[in-house]
């Protein structure tokens, strides 16, 4: 059974408005428990929108949304499980920290959830483990750190809830190529090491590509794909054409496979590095 399931999902904001604009566009979706799957799309497209139906922070206007068979908002009352087990990370979350020590604000949604002091103790310390935060952090309060690790304590704080699936809008955003590594490292760690399902919303192809094994493509608030990062790298045309531009490495392989070398399908999945590329036009020219 699918986690998530949309059926004919519609999102309008100022409905009954002159500012009357359809954000989400009768979405049909299904993504599978385990799914480590990348949200892109243009400005404006719907991403966020989206996501949001996801934990029920918006009701659909039209249509459906179901976690794990259940559909949002015939119980009111079960929203507020449902936020537990889907996990939303906002863009720049570390300004949401407010705790005075970094365990504390890891220890809030744990707390929340009413889990007893020992498993939430658990928690802090596998999580903490998972992101790279050392003990002797711990203890400080989140506002002596650097930006990089204040966003590492604000997902933690969601990781720690071990929500079936988390969903990260831009985690990486405003932080530096090196800081973008660490954060997109630990969330694929953390992908890797519990195997629950992961949604990440990015602008970045690059990004995209190098992490996540599946990809959903929002494009004029409509469902263009939802499919293998390889399959939808293959129609880098019509991504082109929604301004979406397709990995660097990917367009090399497209231009050489056009030219004749064909490489096959793995260079979708987008193994960067020269080494390969080298190493796959060596064995062509000896053939
Ligand atoms: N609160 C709001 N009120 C009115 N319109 C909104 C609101 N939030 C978003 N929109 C509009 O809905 C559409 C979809 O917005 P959304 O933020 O979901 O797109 P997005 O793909 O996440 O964009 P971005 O990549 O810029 O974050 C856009 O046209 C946007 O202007």
């Avoid at 449902?82 to 996990?87: A, D, E, L, S, T």
């Avoid at 906002?90 to 020590?101: D, G, H, I, K």
């Avoid at 504390?104 to 935060?133: H, Q, S, W, Y």
């Avoid at 919303?201 to 996540?212: L, Y």
Wanted: proline fraction near 3%; charged fraction near 30%.
């Amino acid at each position: 059974m699918a986690v998530i399931k949309t059926e004919d999902l519609t999102y309008v904001y100022g409905d009954g408005t002159p500012f009357r604009k359809v954000a989400v566009d009768h979405v049909n979706l299904e993504i599978e428990k385990g799914d480590f799957a990348g949200v892109i799309g243009h400005t404006g497209s719907g991403k966020s929108t989206l996501i949001q139906h996801f934990n029920g922070l918006l009701k659909p206007t039209s249509g459906s949304v179901y976690i794990d068979g259940e559909r949002l908002w015939d119980d009111k009352a079960r929203l507020r499980s449902i936020r537990f087990k889907v996990g939303l990370v906002f863009q720049y979350p570390e300004y949401q920290l407010f705790e005075e020590t970094v365990y504390k604000d890891i220890a809030f949604g744990p707390k929340n959830m009413g889990l007893d002091e020992e498993e939430i103790d658990r928690r802090i310390k596998e999580t903490a483990k998972l992101v790279g935060l050392s003990d002797s952090v711990m203890q400080k309060s989140p506002f002596e750190l650097s930006g990089g690790q204040k966003r590492r304590v604000a997902i933690a704080g969601v990781m720690a809830m071990e929500p079936e699936v988390l969903i990260l809008d831009e985690p990486a955003s405003g932080l530096d190529p090196k800081g973008r590594e660490q954060i997109l490292g630990m969330i694929k760690e953390y992908h890797k090491a519990k195997g629950n399902t992961v949604l990440l919303v990015s602008h970045s192809m690059e990004d995209i590509a190098r992490n996540v094994n599946k990809i959903l493509v929002m494009n004029d608030s409509k469902l263009f794909c939802y499919d293998d990062t390889a399959k939808v790298f293959h129609r880098s045309a019509e991504l082109e054409k929604m301004g979406l531009a397709v990995p660097q490495v990917t367009r090399v392989f497209s231009r050489l496979k056009a030219m004749g070398f064909d490489m096959g399908e793995d260079v979708y999945t987008v193994k960067f590095g020269s080494s390969l590329l080298l190493d796959r036009l060596g064995r062509k020219s000896a053939k």
